[in-house]
């Protein structure tokens, strides 16, 4: 198993920037592909980006050229890096984890975090 804890969010204004961390605790945090998730007041949690334990990445459109997924192996975590941020990015957003092949489909995570708070003022 592991436990996912998510850190950075905060309150930016549109077209800056922040990172997002996920540190992962327990075992082989290699083995597991992980993902970002949000979800805007309102509205159904959405994938964001995903990085898989081969490193291959995957973006939903609206944030493709302005949001990069990594991870670092080393360190058990994953980060978001937000550039260009705008208003309707505001959401909490969340990481997972899977061992099992994964897709954007929000089933394919069996770990979540609690989330962090992103809001993007005009």
């Known amino acids: 198993q592991v436990q996912l804890v998510e850190s950075g969010g905060g309150l930016v204004q549109a077209g800056g920037s922040l990172r997002l961390s996920c540190a992962a605790s327990?075992?082989?945090?290699?083995?597991?592909?992980m993902a970002w998730f949000r979800q805007a007041p309102g509205k159904e949690r959405e994938f964001v980006a995903r990085?898989?334990?081969?490193?291959?990445?995957d973006y939903v459109d609206s944030v493709q050229g302005r949001f990069t997924i990594s991870r670092d192996n080393s360190k058990n975590t994953v980060y978001l890096q937000m550039n260009s941020l705008k208003p309707e990015d505001t959401a909490i957003y969340s990481c997972?984890?899977?061992?099992?092949?994964?897709?954007?489909?929000?089933?394919?995570?069996?770990?979540w975090g609690q989330g962090t708070q992103v809001t993007v003022s005009s």
């Open positions: 997972a984890a899977s061992t099992r092949w994964t897709t954007r489909w929000i089933r394919d995570y069996d770990y």
């Open positions: 327990g075992d082989s945090f290699s083995a597991y592909d």
């Open positions: 990085i898989s334990r081969s490193g291959s990445t």
